[in-house]
C-alpha cells in the first residue's frame, strides 16, 4: 500500500449513478472496449485545473441525483457542471469554487436543477487503480473505476498525492462563462458524414432544419431522440464499422440517436453526421423533453473552433499557474503549532491563506 | 483500387477500401493499420480495424486532417507485398445444449435438422475473425453454415451469460461480458474472451481462424 493512497471519503448514498470517470481510455476500441471517461469532458478538465490536478485525473460523475458522502480526510474540492444544490454538513456551499471539507464533514449533493450531470473533482485524484491506460469505469465490461460498477453505499475512494497547500486552492473560482447552462434550445453543431450519402437529400434537410426532442432513454450509451424522420437512400443498414464518440446514428424508423462515451465501439447503422466534441458535452446535460437542432458546419470551422476552446483553456490555466512573484508558501510556526502559510497577489491585493485554520483568513491590502 | 477517405467528426477520419465483407478485403485493412501503427504517426490516438475499412483517431491540433490522409494514403501505396500477421488458430470449447444453450432446440427445429446435426454444422467450420467490437472482446465472425441461420429474439434478453455462443441472423458470435442480447443461444464456452488485466485484453485478435469445439458439460462446470 502506498503511503499517499489514503480513502479520501465514504459513499454514505451513492445517487442515482455516480462513477468514476477521467477522460477515457484510448487504445483499446480495436479489441472492442469502448472510451468511457466523462460525457462533459469540459467540466472534469475546468474542475481539475482549478485543483491544479493534471487535467486528466479522476473524479466523480453523478447523474440526476448526487451522492452523499462523508470526508475521511481534509479534502479541496470543486463541483462542476448541473447544480445539484451541494451542502457540507447542511450549508449550502458554491458550485465552481474550491471549497474545504474536513475530515467528518458530509458532503450532499441533491438533485440536478439545469443539467444533468455534475463533476466532483478533489485535489490529487481519485487514486483507482489505472486499468487499459484510465481509470474511468466502463460500465458495459464491468471493469475500470471503482470495481468497475456504480458507487454503493459504504465504498470508500482513495485519492493521489496533493501536490499543492490546499490554502492555495480554496477560495478559487471559476468565471462565470465556464458554469455556462443551455438555453430551452440547444442547437448542437454537427459535421455531416461520415454515411451522409446514404440519406436522401431531402432527408439531410430534415435533420438540419427539423426539431428533435430527447426521449427518456438516455445513458452514458448515448441518447435517443424524436422528431421528423430522416429518410434513408436504401435502408439504414451498412457493413458495420466503427463508431466515434457523438456519431448520430439513424435506424430504419428514422429517428437519430446520438452516441457516447459507453457506446458499442461499431455498429451497422448509417450515421449522417457527428457532433463537435464541444457540443457534445452540453447535449449531456440535456433531460427529457429538450429541444435539439443540428446545425452543420465545415471541418475547418470546427478546427477554429476547437483551437478557440482550447485557447480559452489556456488563458484559465494562465490564470492560476503558480508564479513565484504571484504566490509563495511559508511553514510559519506559531507558539507550540505549525501552519502552512499560502501567500497569493495580484494587482496589489494580497491574500493569506492559512492551512491548518478554522477559517480561512483574508486581507486585501489596496496598497 | 484507391481509398475513399471519409471525415468522421473532427477527430476521427475513415479510410475506407471497399464495399464488401470478403477476406482479402479485410487482410488489407489489417495491413494498413499494422503500417499505420508501425509508422508511429504523432497525433494518432488509436485506429479501429474493421470489415473494409479502418477507422483512425487523431488529435486535429496536433496532425491535420490532410496531412494525416497524406499519411494513410502513402501508407497503403506500399503495402503491396506486406507479409500478414500470422493469424492464430484458437478452439473454443463449448458445451451445446441444456443450461447453457437453451435456443438450441429452437435453431434444430427452425432448421429442420437434429440437434445433434445443429452442433456439427456450427463445430465443423474454422470461422475466419473479421474484427472485434460491439463490446470488449466480440469477434466479428465469417461464414455461418446456411442451414443455421435463424431470426433473431423478438425481445431481446435483459441478461445473457459472458461466454454465451449464440447465433442472430446469418452470423454467429460469442458474448464476452454479460450483457443484453437478441441472439439465440446454443452453448457456452468457459474461454474467457475479455480479460483487462493484460495489455492485449483479448485472446482472439481480427485475422485469426476460430472453432468450436464441443465437450460435455462436466467438463465445464469443472473448468
Known amino acids: 500500500m502506498q503511503e499517499h493512497n489514503v480513502n479520501a471519503f465514504e459513499v454514505v448514498r451513492p445517487g442515482l449513478l455516480t462513477t468514476v470517470q477521467d477522460l477515457g481510455r484510448f487504445g483499446y476500441q480495436k479489441y472492442g472496449v469502448t472510451n468511457s471517461g466523462a460525457i462533459d469532458r469540459t467540466a472534469l478538465r475546468v474542475a481539475n485545473l482549478l485543483l491544479d490536478n493534471d487535467e486528466g485525473c479522476a473524479g466523480l460523475e453523478a447523474t440526476a441525483e448526487g451522492p452523499t458522502l462523508r470526508a475521511l480526510v481534509d479534502l479541496v474540492v470543486v463541483i462542476v457542471g448541473a447544480d445539484m444544490q451541494p451542502r457540507v454538513d447542511g450549508k449550502a456551499v458554491e458550485c465552481g469554487a474550491a471549497i474545504e471539507i474536513r475530515s467528518g464533514q458530509i458532503l450532499e449533493l441533491q438533485r440536478a436543477r439545469r443539467g444533468l450531470r455534475t463533476y466532483l473533482a478533489v485535489a490529487g485524484g481519485i487514486d483507482v487503480p489505472v486499468v487499459l491506460g484510465s481509470r474511468s469505469t466502463c460500465l458495459p465490461a464491468a471493469f475500470g473505476g471503482f470495481r468497475g460498477r456504480i458507487l454503493q453505499e459504504g465504498d470508500c475512494l482513495p485519492i493521489g498525492p496533493v501536490e499543492r497547500s490546499p490554502a492555495l486552492l480554496i477560495g478559487r473560482r471559476l468565471p462565470a462563462e465556464w458554469l455556462e447552462r443551455i438555453g430551452d434550445i440547444l442547437t448542437v453543431r454537427v459535421i455531416l458524414g461520415p454515411q451522409e450519402d446514404h440519406f436522401t437529400p431531402e432527408g439531410i434537410r430534415t435533420f438540419l432544419s427539423g426539431s428533435y426532442r430527447m426521449t427518456p432513454q438516455m445513458d452514458r450509451v448515448g441518447v435517443r431522440l424524436q422528431g421528423p424522420a430522416i429518410l434513408h437512400q436504401a435502408g439504414a443498414d451498412i457493413i458495420s464499422d466503427s463508431t466515434p464518440l457523438g456519431a448520430i446514428q439513424v435506424a430504419s424508423d428514422g429517428q437519430p440517436m446520438v452516441l457516447l462515451a459507453d457506446r458499442q465501439t461499431t455498429g451497422g447503422y448509417a450515421k449522417i453526421a457527428v457532433v463537435v466534441q464541444e457540443d457534445l458535452c452540453r447535449l449531456g446535460h440535456a433531460m427529457p423533453g429538450q429541444v435539439v437542432r443540428f446545425c452543420r458546419i465545415a471541418l475547418p470551422e470546427a478546427y477554429a473552433a476547437l483551437r478557440a476552446h482550447e485557447e480559452r483553456f489556456d488563458a484559465l490555466r494562465r490564470t492560476w499557474q503558480s508564479s513565484p512573484e504571484r504566490r509563495s508558501s511559508y511553514r510559519l510556526r506559531l507558539g507550540a503549532g505549525s501552519y502552512q502559510v499560502g501567500v497569493e497577489g495580484d494587482r496589489g491585493t494580497y491574500r493569506v491563506h492559512l492551512e491548518g485554520m478554522e477559517r480561512m483568513s483574508e486581507h486585501a491590502d489596496a496598497q | ?223
Open chain 2, 1 to 223: 483500387m484507391s481509398i475513399r477517405f471519409l471525415d468522421a467528426g473532427e477527430s476521427c477520419l475513415v479510410a475506407e477500401l471497399g464495399d464488401a465483407i470478403n477476406v482479402a478485403l479485410n487482410r488489407q485493412v489489417r495491413a494498413l493499420d499494422l503500417a499505420l501503427e508501425q509508422a508511429r504517426v504523432e497525433g494518432v490516438l488509436e485506429a479501429v480495424p474493421t470489415y473494409r475499412s479502418l477507422a483512425i483517431y487523431y488529435e486535429p491540433l496536433i496532425i491535420s486532417r490532410d496531412a494525416l490522409r497524406q499519411q494513410v494514403s502513402g501508407l497503403y501505396d506500399s503495402l503491396e507485398g506486406q507479409e500478414d500477421r500470422a493469424p492464430k488458430v484458437v478452439e473454443i470449447p463449448t458445451v451445446y445444449g441444456g443450461e447453457y444453450g437453451p435456443d438450441l432446440e429452437f435453431v434444430a427445429r427452425y432448421s429442420g435438422l437434429s440437434s445433434e446435426e445443429v452442433i456439427r454444422l456450427h463445430s465443423e467450420p474454422w470461422y475466419h475473425v473479421y474484427m472485434l467490437g460491439f463490446v470488449a472482446g466480440f469477434p466479428y465472425l465469417g461464414d455461418l453454415a446456411e442451414q443455421l441461420a435463424v431470426p433473431r429474439l423478438s425481445t431481446p434478453r435483459l441478461k445473457v451469460p459472458g461466454g454465451s455462443v449464440g447465433i442472430g441472423g446469418k452470423q454467429t458470435g460469442i458474448y464476452p461480458v454479460e450483457s443484453p442480447g437478441g441472439w439465440r443461444i446454443i452453448g457456452r464456452t468457459s474461454l474467457r474472451l475479455f480479460d483487462p488485466s493484460s495489455e492485449v485484453p483479448t485472446p482472439i485478435l481480427p485475422g485469426d481462424k476460430v472453432r468450436f469445439m464441443p465437450i460435455a458439460s462436466h467438463v465445464y462446470a469443472g473448468a
